[in-house]
């Protein structure tokens, strides 16, 4: 059982600042891309931004140079560090990765896992 498990999340007043994490835990060999999404009412999931197992990062444009994406791959933890926040920022915010796990049949597969998702509201 794989699962991610994500914090941090909370109500913020516009301008200032949050960070997520999300860790990864159960049984795999490694994590390649790790991500964040986010989803607001009546609106489809976007991507936020995502890193790369070696550090590559790309962010939305509507988030360049206010959030920061980083990963700790000994703890298989990715962050985001939110600053500047803007009201149209409010959603809840979920945390994706794709994990290389146990196949049944091959020796590996890749897995992609969904956290649950954390609020992030920012007031006016």
């Known amino acids: 059982q794989v699962q991610l498990v994500e914090s941090g999340g909370g109500l913020v007043q516009a301008g200032g600042s949050l960070r997520l994490s999300c860790a990864a835990s159960?049984?795999?060999?490694?994590?390649?891309?790790m991500a964040w999404y986010r989803q607001a009412p009546g609106k489809q999931r976007e991507l936020v931004a995502a890193?790369?197992?070696?550090?590559?990062?790309k962010y939305a444009d509507s988030v360049k140079g206010r959030f920061t994406i980083s990963r700790d791959n000994a703890k298989n933890t990715v962050y985001l560090q939110m600053n500047s926040l803007k009201p149209e920022d409010t959603s809840v915010y979920y945390c994706?990765?794709?994990?290389?796990?146990?196949?049944?049949?091959?020796?590996?597969?890749?897995?992609?896992?969904w956290g649950q998702g954390t609020l992030v509201t920012v007031s006016s």
């Open positions: 159960g049984s795999f060999f490694s994590i390649n891309d």
């Open positions: 890193i790369t197992s070696g550090g590559s990062t």
């Open positions: 994706n990765a794709d994990l290389v796990v146990a196949g049944t049949l091959e020796l590996y597969r890749y897995l992609e896992v």
